[in-house]
């Protein structure tokens, strides 16, 4: 390979004082001494958590307070790190004899959840959503794997917008009655 | 197909000519040509009912002058095809010579999209709490033929779900679309009608006939036919979606018809078993009570451990505690299982003619109980003809319990093998199997395996490969579905390793593949079969040499014995 050779110039007098650079340094610190502050002191300060965030997938309920997840597996399908393990189980709820199904125990391992929001994106029934939690620590590894009841204690309820058991509910009822027969 | 070529005729699918036999209908016609024609009633083994409408195509023939009996040409001077008006259901009609089916028109694509969206109209799309979601037929040619959204703004019917039928049948009559293929399994096939049709309109649903229920042994083929979620199994319900399943060819182990299976497995754990589609075997069907013998494979009975004396041992000591027993017995006897595969049984000889022993027994211990005429035999052992092609037994028949005893008694037999068998049946008491040598080598504890000195564990039907060879001398393979328990080798393995300690002649490997250049080269009857070589639907192998031996089996599906 051939060497190429630079000719460097030579420094002029300013720059050999540095001066000139200390001066601007200390000016850029001193504009930013008066702006106010990017960083929080978390975690005494906490983050607003901007709509549309990737948290902690959580089951939710629906405001009827009835499970929502039906067991159908499809986030376990498209899980990518297959972080989701769910044992499908029968309900018998005289309530609602459309609800067949809920999970016996829905294992969500976050040591290997990415985050991806792919179970979300998938659920039929909108029953795992991605929250705005963001941190979930333990000293202990089996914690960090969350099992039903925990990932309904952190979903809470969400509001729902199609109420579909209600639906299917009072359709058998008007049938019973004989309104549509 | 039995035809011969010169009566096959010619039809056109898509233009592409496919030679079928007379009296082929539209869908196994196009089929042939690799042209799948959707389609909800028709089943391949029953009758045609031609209700569903999904399998209309276009069809046309061959223009004739209906006068002079002439070809119309065209001005290429080739016969017009005259096409009908209407479309027409391909299942309910036979191809003809030179007919002509066209399955990829408009009006055939506008056919099947009109016929999905009155089947969706009062569908209660419950896909994720449906067990059939993932192979059915409502939701494939909804993603092909669909609309996508719903036009229908009314209420949609309701009807009654979660109706038992049957113990191990459950129907939602909201799923169902009126196929009635189960209806005509009910009368053409178990020949008993306890389904049928009530109501009208869209108000119709399947129903019992009162005082019936669906408690044949053959009542979770309709589950399999359905081509909706309407029928499930009450033993696979919610227990898997099907699409995490690994199907496994394999066989059924329930009797010598051996019925050809799938096992459905995930992750080591089998969910189901299905059957698998033979002609000439089992058709498409199935024994309920075949389908659950998976169950036998994580029960508190299983054996696991190798024992010598009943302390647990490893693999090695008890193969070399076995040799030892082999080589210092005076006689043997040896209860044989008709449920060993081809090559356990091939090993097994070759074990027996290794032991130095003056005297030796051998037997495969008959397993006969009443059949049903159909799927499950009299003999419940699914490989007693395996038994005599590889020359384990020269002929079949129960161990004379009376002269097992007096043979021990005597003392001219001291070491007595058991595979898979429970010797206590055969009049040996506790006594006389302590002063034994007695190897008990099984899948399960029986009640004599407590007094085994040595403790073979075995792998179920779902945990190895091999082959049987079924009632109609029929060579059949089945594939590893699941692993077996930890640390217990195959039983080829194990065979092979012990004849390798009695420094026989042993195969390269254990694998069927290998064991199989063995048996070929040693039985005339396998000779040039190989185990990658033998078909999915079987190879019929010569049986002429064995028809003497007084099979007990009686007449079923496709097998009529040859003294009937």
Not at chain 1, 44 to 69: A, F, M, Q, S
Not at chain 2, 67 to 94: E, F, H, S
Request: proline letters at 6%; glycine letters at 8%; hydrophobic letters at 40%.
């Amino acid at each position: 390979m051939a060497i190429k050779v630079l000719d460097r110039k030579p420094l002029s007098l300013a720059e050999r004082t540095y001066l000139p650079q200390i001066i601007s340094g200390l000016g850029i610190t001193l504009r930013n001494m008066l702006k106010p502050p990017v960083t929080l002191q978390y975690p005494e300060e906490k983050p607003v958590i901007p709509k549309g965030y990737r948290g902690v997938p959580t089951l939710v309920k629906d405001p009827n307070g009835r499970e929502k997840c039906v067991s159908c597996q499809l986030c376990e399908f498209v899980c990518p790190p297959k972080a989701i393990r769910i044992t499908p189980g029968e309900i018998a709820d005289p309530e609602n004899p459309h609800v067949e199904k809920a999970p016996k125990d829905f294992e969500l391992n976050m040591l290997r959840c990415i985050y991806c929001g792919l179970c979300e994106e998938v659920c039929p029934e909108e029953a795992i959503v991605l929250q705005d939690l963001y941190s979930l620590n333990s000293e202990a590894r089996e914690e960090i794997v969350l099992h039903k009841d925990k990932l309904y204690e952190l979903g809470g309820t969400l509001p729902d917008k199609h109420f579909k058991w209600d639906k299917k509910k009072k359709a058998a009822e008007d049938a019973a009655s004989g309104d549509s027969h | 197909m039995a035809e011969s070529a010169d009566k096959l005729i010619s039809v056109f699918v898509d233009g592409i000519e496919v030679k079928v036999a007379p009296g082929t209908n539209m869908i196994e016609a196009a089929n042939m040509a690799g042209v799948e024609i959707p389609h909800y009633c028709y089943h391949s083994h029953l009758s045609v009912a031609g209700n569903c409408r999904m399998c209309l195509v276009e069809m046309g023939t061959p223009g004739v002058d209906r006068a002079t009996r002439q070809p119309i040409l065209d001005a290429d001077g080739k016969q017009v095809i005259q096409w009908m008006p209407k479309p027409t259901i391909a299942c309910a009609t036979n191809a003809t010579p030179g007919l002509h089916i066209r399955t990829k028109t408009k009006l055939v694509k506008e056919c099947r999209e009109g016929i999905m969206e009155f089947l969706l109209v009062n569908h209660p799309l419950d896909c994720p709490i449906c067990d059939q979601a993932g192979e059915c037929h409502l939701q494939e040619y909804a993603t092909d033929y669909g609309r996508g959204y719903s036009r229908y703004v009314e209420d949609k019917n309701v009807k009654p779900k979660r109706t038992m039928i049957g113990p191990r049948v459950i129907l939602d009559n909201e799923r169902c679309i009126l196929c009635g293929r189960c209806v005509r399994f009910c009368k053409e096939v178990i020949k008993d009608e306890v389904l049928g049709f009530t109501e009208r309109g869209s108000h119709s649903t399947i129903a019992c006939y009162p005082g019936k229920t669906l408690d044949d042994n053959y009542s979770l083929n309709v589950v399999d036919i359905c081509p909706v979620g309407a029928l499930t199994s009450t033993d696979f319900r919610f227990k898997m979606r099907v699409w995490f399943l690994k199907e496994t060819p394999s066989i059924c182990t329930e009797s010598s018809v051996g019925v050809n299976t799938i096992v459905w497995s995930r992750e080591g754990v089998i969910y189901r078993i299905t059957p698998r589609r033979n002609d000439v075997v089992n058709d498409t069907w199935m024994s309920d009570s075949g389908r659950m013998l998976y169950k036998e494979v994580a029960v508190e009975n299983r054996s696991t451990n190798y024992t010598i004396e009943g302390k647990p041992v490893g693999a090695p000591e008890a193969v070399a505690a076995f040799a030892d027993t082999l080589n210092k017995a005076r006689g043997i006897a040896v209860l044989a299982s008709g449920k060993s595969s081809v090559e356990e049984m091939f090993l097994l000889k070759k074990l027996i003619a290794a032991a130095p022993a003056g005297k030796k027994l051998v037997r495969v211990v008959p397993h006969v109980e009443k059949g049903d005429d159909f799927l499950i035999s009299t003999d419940r052992n699914p490989n007693t003809r395996g038994a005599l092609l590889t020359g384990l037994v020269d002929g079949i028949g129960a161990v004379d319990g009376g002269t097992l005893k007096a043979l021990v008694d005597s003392g001219s037999i001291d070491t007595v093998i058991s595979v898979n068998e429970c010797v206590t049946s055969y009049g040996l008491d506790r006594e006389e199997l302590k002063k034994l040598n007695f190897i008990y080598m099984g899948t399960h504890f029986c009640e004599s395996s407590q007094y085994a000195n040595i403790e073979v564990p075995l792998l179920t039907v779902f945990e190895k490969e091999g082959s049987f060879v079924n009632q109609q001398f029929r060579l059949q393979k089945f594939a590893q579905a699941v692993p077996g328990p930890e640390g217990v080798m195959s039983d080829s393995a194990f065979l092979v390793a012990l004849l390798g300690a009695m420094k026989a002649k042993v195969p390269a490997n254990a694998s069927a593949a290998a064991v199989w250049e063995q048996i070929s080269a040693e039985v005339p009857q396998f000779a040039g079969v190989s185990y990658a070589g033998i078909p999915a639907e079987g190879l019929p192998v010569d049986g002429s040499a064995f028809a003497a031996q007084p099979f007990v089996e009686g007449k079923s599906l496709h097998y009529t014995p040859a003294n009937a």
